[in-house]
């Protein structure tokens, strides 16, 4: 099966601009859930979409940060203004189901950088 | 506050050697313990996972081992290959029906050959 796909793999930008990531999760995963991934730091949950309901976004910067899964299939996050501490991976992970036996598949991550 | 802390950055084995990596954790609420392996410019990829209920998990050369008294678990590599150099992230999911991964900062394993 064809894996998480996220575009773009890197980006740079300098602070107070703007940036969007997007992500494909895995075909028929409901679940799809987007993760910050500071150097030195193992990933922190943003927000978590169940279909294209909003599950838990209570660990994300509302006031710069947002997400959405329109039709419940693909996700974009964005940033906007950027700081430079959003500086970080960004991956995006799907699974089957929000329970113990469907572990997250996570992509490749973008790689964003804050000058 | 990390719940999930990995206190070893680093790892260095000789291969066909024992590799231990270990996790503690501070939040009694968790339950269900997994650990994720992690290569340069990829995603995280699922390795193991043990509930609560359970000490012991083993899957081929990987074992996990949880101790809940001492809010511990470690991952137990038999034999270390250099094909397992890589950063290992320990994580955590609260009891109930979200499934907030808590992960820890990771640990780098490097098998030398």
């Known amino acids: 099966e064809a894996g998480v796909a996220q575009s773009p793999r890197y980006k740079i930008i300098e602070k107070r601009q703007s940036v969007a990531f997007w992500c494909n999760p895995i075909?028929?995963?409901?679940?799809l859930y987007w993760y910050q991934q500071i150097l030195g730091q193992g990933p922190k949950l943003l927000i978590q979409f169940q279909n294209n309901g909003v599950v838990d976004d209570s660990q994300l910067p509302k006031d710069r940060f947002s997400a959405e899964r329109l039709k419940g299939v693909d996700s974009t996050l964005k940033i906007q203004p950027a700081k430079l501490e959003d500086s970080a991976v960004y991956l995006c992970a799907s699974s089957s189901g929000p329970n113990y036996n469907s572990p997250l598949h996570f992509g490749n991550g973008t790689r964003l950088t804050v000058t | 506050d990390q719940q999930v802390k990995q206190n070893s950055p680093s790892l260095s084995v000789q291969e066909g050697r024992i590799s231990i990596l270990n996790c503690d954790y501070t939040n009694s609420m968790f339950d269900y313990f997994l650990w994720y392996k992690k290569y340069p410019a990829e995603g995280p990829t699922f390795l193991i996972s043990i509930s609560s209920i359970k000490d012991k998990n083993e899957d081929g050369r990987f074992t996990v081992f949880l101790n809940k008294s001492a809010k511990h678990l470690s991952l137990h590599i038999v034999p270390s290959q250099p094909g397992d150099s890589a950063v290992y992230f320990c994580a955590a999911l609260p009891d109930g029906s979200a499934r907030q991964l808590t992960f820890g900062s990771g640990t780098q394993l490097t098998v030398l050959p």
């Open positions: 075909s028929g995963h409901a679940t």
